[in-house]
């Protein structure tokens, strides 16, 4: 089946910059859709970034734009999230998730990779 890997999480200060990686293993292929989510302890797991339609396709929640990037490398193995001007409000675990053409909801989920911002 297909799994995600994410990497590059860690403690920043506010005003940093920071990248996290998710790396797409399996039967990637198949795959349509890829993006970013975080959750922030006793929050809502949001969408943050992500590519449609193969990646033509780029969407960002209003609360990251102008701030993150997101992008795919590695022939498109690896999804990238640059983050930059961070803000405490982002301390978050960042997830990568992957669709099918044909899933409606995000169907793969990597585990997870823990973003902090202090002050």
């Known amino acids: 089946q297909v799994q995600l890997v994410e990497s590059g999480g860690g403690l920043v200060q506010a005003g940093g910059s920071l990248r996290v990686s998710c790396t797409a293993s399996g039967r990637t292929l198949s795959l349509n859709d890829m993006a970013w989510f975080r959750q922030a302890p006793g929050k809502e797991r949001e969408f943050v970034a992500g590519f449609e339609w193969l990646g033509v396709n780029t969407r960002y929640a209003n609360s990251v734009k102008g701030r993150f990037t997101i992008a795919k490398v590695d022939a498109n193995n690896t999804l990238c999230l640059q983050m930059n001007n961070l803000k405490p409000e982002d301390t978050a675990v960042y997830y990568c998730?992957?669709?099918?053409?044909?899933?409606?909801?995000?169907?793969?989920w990597g585990q997870g990779t823990q973003v902090t911002v202090s002050s």
């Open positions: 998730a992957a669709r099918r053409l044909y899933d409606g909801n995000y169907a793969f």
